[in-house]
């Protein structure tokens, strides 16, 4: 796992939390942080959407129903959550891509995405305390 003092976020600084309730990221520790294990690169924090988990429902990733055995509550909208770059790109074309904490999101994120794309779903700052 790559240290969190060494992650960067999209704008080059530390990467900050992304969501602790529910606890996300692909390693459980509340960020979006990846490594070699990380597959999926799940990279983008987003603030889910109905439309964004209907979608993903839709194509095979069921993000809304709880699954106990692995500990995963369920998400719902406004809920936090370290996305695939690629599942958020793919919902992005489809129209229903949901907003990103840019502050959150790992710089990796921009091999698959464009910054200039990201900056259009960006969540303002005051939208971030609820976090």
């Not at 602790?20 to 490594?35: E, K, L, Q, V």
């Not at 070699?36 to 993000?63: I, S, W, Y």
Request: net charge neutral.
């Amino acid at each position: 796992m790559m240290e969190k003092d060494a992650s960067r976020n999209v704008f080059g600084e530390p990467l900050q939390a992304c969501c602790m309730d529910p606890m996300t990221g692909f390693y459980r520790d509340g960020h979006c942080n990846t490594g070699p294990q990380d597959r999926g690169t799940h990279v983008v924090c987003a603030r889910m959407t109905e439309a964004f988990l209907q979608f993903t429902k839709a194509r095979g990733n069921d993000l809304s129903t709880p699954v106990p055995m692995y500990n995963f509550p369920g998400l719902k909208p406004g809920d936090g959550w370290c996305l695939c770059a690629l599942r958020w790109k793919e919902a992005h074309k489809a129209g229903v891509a949901p907003p990103v904490k840019l502050e959150a999101t790992h710089e990796k994120a921009l091999q698959y995405i464009e910054m200039d794309t990201l900056l259009k779903y960006a969540i303002r700052e005051k939208d971030n305390k609820q976090d």
